[in-house]
């Protein structure tokens, strides 16, 4: 008996003419002890499956993967596999190992033709543009149309969550965990092993590592420093019924029931006072402390004073609705 977590499942592959594993397409996936070879389902991928390389040098395998999730990533089959994962919710962000994952996956050119490798992109154009062309006669001459250049690709291509609405499908990277009753907006963006966990609206930037709780809105502009731009091994969240305003930004995580004002940028240097209105009556100071004392605290409001010009934070009694009638996707 071992206390190791797996998940398994077949997968499709597209290999290169160099051998490079450019993605890999898992349509169902389980967690547990995988089952032996000879119990083993089949794949049904039929004639999808090819070993003859098609007009973008491309090669369709069928892959049988079993990872173990508390491990650090072994391959690109393995990677994919993870982030199907995240998508498919059957893991919540944070909770896989994901070490190794840039160096298990490969620079692609993603197209409306599907990947293509970097190196021999120009030349593979050609070809599958005379091969789309010479199938369809009399129509408007095809092109391939470069969607990005990356090492992630969309979430929708391969994972299509149930109960969400997606403005921008090319602003979600698969590895994206989007719970029911999730809008992403146009000008949002949920990066990898990030997401929501709940009833949310997104509108501004979940960076990777970073998770929204139940009923929070992420306002337009707004942003969350994850782990991949500047904040480390710091995971920031942010809790229930929270609003992160318009242009806001945040490097702590925010509590339940919390107000960042539109436009405020709250770090974990940033000096806060805590605003109190006995003592303002009394004439005494206010307290002074840093962001990343007040971090992952419920019930806070902050705010620029106008006048002073100084952050403060005020107590918030209740959080914030989201419109339900929005959510019901």
Request: charged content about 20%.
């Amino acid at each position: 008996m071992t206390d190791q977590r797996t998940a398994w499942g077949w997968g499709l592959s597209s290999v290169d003419a160099a051998g490079n594993t450019l993605d890999v397409w898992y349509p169902e996936l389980k967690l547990g002890e995988a089952p032996e070879e000879v119990a083993r389902p089949n794949h049904n991928f039929g004639n999808l499956a090819h070993e003859g390389a098609d007009a973008r040098g491309v090669r369709r395998i069928p892959v049988f993967t079993v990872s173990k999730l508390d491990e650090p990533i072994e391959d690109a089959a393995d990677a994919y596999l993870r982030l199907h994962l995240l998508s498919m919710r059957l893991a919540k962000p944070n909770t896989l190992n994901l070490d190794g994952i840039f160096a298990a996956l490969n620079n692609v050119v993603w197209t409306n033709y599907g990947p293509f490798a970097v190196e021999d992109f120009a030349l593979r154009k050609l070809d599958v543009m005379a091969a789309a062309n010479q199938c369809v006669p009399g129509l408007p001459k095809a092109d391939v149309n470069v969607l990005s250049i990356d090492k992630f690709p969309r979430m929708v291509d391969y994972v299509v969550p149930t109960g969400v609405r997606i403005g921008d499908a090319d602003r979600v990277r698969l590895g994206a965990h989007l719970s029911e009753g999730t809008t992403v907006m146009h000008a949002g963006f949920v990066n990898f092993n990030a997401g929501t966990l709940g009833v949310s609206m997104v509108e501004g930037r979940v960076s990777q590592g970073v998770v929204v709780g139940n009923g929070s809105d992420i306002g337009g502009g707004a942003s969350i420093m994850g782990t991949l731009s500047g904040g480390g091994k710091l995971k920031n969240s942010i809790g229930e019924h929270s609003l992160l305003g318009a242009n806001a930004g945040i490097g702590i995580s925010l509590g339940d029931n919390c107000v960042v004002e539109a436009g405020l940028y709250v770090t974990a240097g940033t000096k806060v006072t805590i605003y109190d209105k006995a003592k303002v009556a009394a004439g005494e100071p206010l307290e002074t402390v840093k962001g990343a004392d007040l971090s992952g605290k419920d019930n806070i409001l902050f705010i620029r004073n106008s006048v002073s010009g100084r952050i403060e934070a005020r107590y918030r009694k209740t959080g914030i609705e989201l419109n339900e009638k929005l959510h019901k996707n």
